[in-house]
């Protein structure tokens, strides 16, 4: 099933017994039952044959659906379902929901017994995953401490201004309001996040389709969305859309609507990652951090020619990156003689508690893309402060910090 990662992905992670019940009761496709004498994995082929067999069409309905349920296991997905279990369950359902075992059985009970709660919690994934991204984001400054307005008059009249603006009937916008903790980036300490999903339907879209052995049009309605963020702790209000010049306006809704109060329209800076100061051998300041240590574990560039390197260094290797790029290209070998397009920081964090040691692995290449958006709450507030602290962000239009800590590590 090459076309469907996500249905694959899951039917590996389930219960045989589990996926098919799942894939029964939600689609009505029979599968065949589980042999007691077989293996999972021959369980597993015996399922995987029957949705190979589907037509691509339908085996597609599956794969979205799939995918939104994965889209709640990974570390970032996991944090976003916590967040949400102490509001969302009785005792008895929390009790159930404690008991499964694994993430992929949380999310798949999420979406198969909570339905509103899944779609709020899949927005608030999503929204984590395009947070700072340049394509989607932008970010206003609001005032601080305000509490988001819970009354029906205010929701329908945000309902409404929203679908002027959107230039929609008010039937073809949904709105999601709710509020959530996520770690202070500075403090870790867990601080209030509202977050606003706003939903319309698209004017409806001819695709060619085959029904029957003929080719027909079809008439497909799509929905897009747009998440707004607003933190008391900071004022800031953040809104990802793809839509650029409608920001503003949806920030202006919010802030009249919702949070019932003045909105200059300034804008937050855009963080931008810079580690080109990785090109020199240098120290990484850990005070007052539960880190162990830190080593650039990986740095890469690209020439002119789109000749590229790519050195790497193991946890153990006694030498760090920028003595075994000289043992493996020559005494001479700088990277200061190039521009970086890649780099991987290796972040091992102490036991604390119940906690184990691990490493954080923070990815960061081209102009402006890094992989702790996409991880735990927890972790990405400790990654972005530790960043900020290595001068390794910066913000869009501010001074460059020059190189810091160029001493040997």
């Given at each position: 099933m090459n076309d469907a990662e996500n249905l694959a992905k899951l039917l590996g992670h389930l219960k045989p017994e589990l996926f098919r019940a799942f894939i029964k009761e939600e689609f009505g496709l029979a599968m065949p039952e589980p042999e007691k004498k077989q293996t999972k994995t021959e369980q597993r082929e015996a399922m995987a044959a029957v949705l190979a067999a589907l037509p691509v069409s339908e085996r597609q309905k599956i794969e979205e659906v799939a995918e939104k349920i994965i889209l709640l296991t990974d570390g970032a997905g996991q944090d976003v379902v916590d967040g949400f279990r102490a509001d969302i369950f009785d005792d008895a359902d929390r009790a159930a929901f404690d008991a499964l075992r694994d993430q992929y059985e949380r999310a798949l009970w999420l979406y198969s017994n909570a339905e509103a709660i899944f779609k709020e919690a899949l927005d608030a994934r999503q929204a984590d995953v395009f947070r700072q991204s340049v394509s989607c984001y932008s970010g206003f400054v609001a005032p601080k401490s305000l509490t988001m307005a819970a009354d029906e008059k205010a929701k329908e009249s945000f309902h409404e201004n929203v679908a002027r603006q959107l230039g929609c009937a008010k039937d073809d916008v949904a709105i999601q309001i709710f509020k959530r903790l996520r770690p202070n980036t500075q403090t870790g300490d867990d601080v209030d996040l509202y977050q606003i999903s706003v939903h319309h339907n698209r004017p409806p879209e001819i695709i060619d389709c085959v029904q029957a052995s003929e080719l027909v049009a079809q008439e497909?309605?799509?929905?897009?969305?747009?998440?707004?963020?607003?933190?008391?702790?900071?004022?800031?209000?953040?809104?990802?859309?793809?839509?650029?010049?409608?920001?503003?306006?949806?920030?202006?809704?919010?802030?009249?609507?919702?949070?019932?109060?003045?909105?200059?329209?300034?804008?937050?800076?855009?963080?931008?990652?810079?580690?080109?100061?990785?090109?020199?051998?240098?120290?990484?300041?850990?005070?007052?951090?539960?880190?162990?240590?830190?080593?650039?574990?990986?740095?890469?560039?690209?020439?002119?020619?789109?000749?590229?390197?790519?050195?790497?260094?193991?946890?153990?290797?006694?030498?760090?990156?920028?003595?075994?790029?000289?043992?493996?290209?020559?005494?001479?070998?700088?990277?200061?003689?190039?521009?970086?397009?890649?780099?991987?920081?290796?972040?091992?964090?102490?036991?604390?508690?119940?906690?184990?040691?691990?490493?954080?692995?923070?990815?960061?290449?081209?102009?402006?893309?890094?992989?702790?958006?996409?991880?735990?709450?927890?972790?990405?507030?400790?990654?972005?402060?530790?960043?900020?602290?290595?001068?390794?962000?910066?913000?869009?239009?501010?001074?460059?910090?020059?190189?810091?800590?160029?001493?040997?590590?």
């Amino acid at each position: 099933m090459n076309d469907a990662e996500n249905l694959a992905k899951l039917l590996g992670h389930l219960k045989p017994e589990l996926f098919r019940a799942f894939i029964k009761e939600e689609f009505g496709l029979a599968m065949p039952e589980p042999e007691k004498k077989q293996t999972k994995t021959e369980q597993r082929e015996a399922m995987a044959a029957v949705l190979a067999a589907l037509p691509v069409s339908e085996r597609q309905k599956i794969e979205e659906v799939a995918e939104k349920i994965i889209l709640l296991t990974d570390g970032a997905g996991q944090d976003v379902v916590d967040g949400f279990r102490a509001d969302i369950f009785d005792d008895a359902d929390r009790a159930a929901f404690d008991a499964l075992r694994d993430q992929y059985e949380r999310a798949l009970w999420l979406y198969s017994n909570a339905e509103a709660i899944f779609k709020e919690a899949l927005d608030a994934r999503q929204a984590d995953v395009f947070r700072q991204s340049v394509s989607c984001y932008s970010g206003f400054v609001a005032p601080k401490s305000l509490t988001m307005a819970a009354d029906e008059k205010a929701k329908e009249s945000f309902h409404e201004n929203v679908a002027r603006q959107l230039g929609c009937a008010k039937d073809d916008v949904a709105i999601q309001i709710f509020k959530r903790l996520r770690p202070n980036t500075q403090t870790g300490d867990d601080v209030d996040l509202y977050q606003i999903s706003v939903h319309h339907n698209r004017p409806p879209e001819i695709i060619d389709c085959v029904q029957a052995s003929e080719l027909v049009a079809q008439e497909v309605v799509r929905a897009v969305s747009s998440h707004i963020t607003y933190e008391p702790a900071n004022g800031h209000l953040e809104v990802l859309s793809k839509e650029t010049d409608g920001r503003e306006a949806l920030a202006r809704i919010v802030a009249d609507c919702l949070l019932q109060s003045p909105f200059s329209g300034e804008k937050i800076p855009l963080k931008q990652y810079d580690y080109q100061s990785l090109a020199a051998p240098r120290d990484f300041d850990l005070s007052g951090e539960n880190v162990a240590s830190v080593r650039v574990a990986e740095l890469g560039y690209s020439d002119s020619d789109n000749r590229s390197l790519l050195v790497k260094v193991g946890a153990k290797d006694p030498d760090g990156i920028h003595a075994a790029a000289k043992s493996l290209v020559g005494p001479s070998f700088d990277f200061r003689h190039h521009h970086l397009n890649y780099a991987r920081l290796s972040i091992r964090l102490k036991k604390v508690g119940r906690e184990r040691a691990r490493t954080i692995s923070v990815i960061l290449r081209e102009d402006n893309k890094c992989n702790i958006k996409t991880k735990r709450e927890k972790d990405r507030a400790l990654c972005d402060r530790l960043l900020a602290k290595w001068k390794l962000i910066k913000e869009i239009g501010g001074v460059v910090a020059p190189p810091v800590d160029a001493v040997a590590a």
